[in-house]
């Protein structure tokens, strides 16, 4: 078993730094290795390299070795951030012992803290990875279905950090990750606000509840209907914003306040 869990240990740090290698040489591979990584800085393209960096290593070791293989894989991408991490830094010499993020926040809140911190907001990343699978499945047939507005991801799933200035090593790494996290998850928010206003535009009883989802879910305050109202006033509202056809005829039902439904002086264009 600890060959097991060696071996997928050394593939997967080998594999995370070829794969890096790769990533950095594209741009330097003249003008088809620009557009090639300018591509892979975005989805669809961005979905693969995240895959290969993360899920992609523990399923391969779960499959082929269980348990070990997946710690295995585990460790081998520990190691691997690491190693990377070191050299990206002994690149960037000036950069390194300039001004930087991760020395500002060691020294707020301690650099043991700090660092066990932003490893431990690593075991978010297969939550990230399902919901960005669920905009891929559960999502695209609702827009066929009740019409639900389709979205280009590469407008939110996408990377650039990488080319700010200065960010180098440990930096870089996670906000290349916080990059990637936000753009899936308000890309999920926002077709939640579709799902949400659609089927069930009705205020929570909590007041409180309704205050703190109000910022991801602006219809809470911007028409869906106080929770001690009663059916025909929701009726009313959706016979309003979903009339057949769509809210402009083209056959979309957008969430109340999406940027489709343009107004005039204040007027909802879906109002009718």
Known sequence: MIMHFAVMFLLTLVGVLVGAGVLHGLPRA????????????RAPLLDVVVTYFTVLPWGCGAAVYGWMGFWGALAGQVAGVLAWTL???????????????????????????????VWWTALAVPVFWV?????????????????????????????????????????????????WMTGVWSLGSEMLRNVESFWCPIRFDSAKKCANCRVDFPDIEGGWIRADGDMSEVAALMERRYPPGGFDGSGTNPWFGHPARLSVEGKSLGDG
Not at 89 to 104: D, F, K, L, Y
Not at 152 to 158: H, N
């Open 30 to 41: 003249g003008g088809v290795g620009r557009r090639v990584s300018e591509g892979m800085c």
């Open 87 to 117: 050299a990206h830094e002994a690149a960037h010499p000036a950069a390194r012992r300039g001004p930087r993020i991760v020395h500002v926040l060691n020294r707020s809140v301690g650099r043991w803290r700090n660092h066990a911190a």
């Open 131 to 179: 919901v960005r699978v669920a905009e891929y499945v559960v999502y695209p047939p609702l827009t066929w279905l009740v019409g639900l507005p389709r979205y280009r991801a590469s407008e939110w799933v996408c990377v650039s950090r990488q080319k700010f200035r200065g960010l180098v090593g440990h930096d870089l790494i996670w906000c290349l990750y916080c990059d």
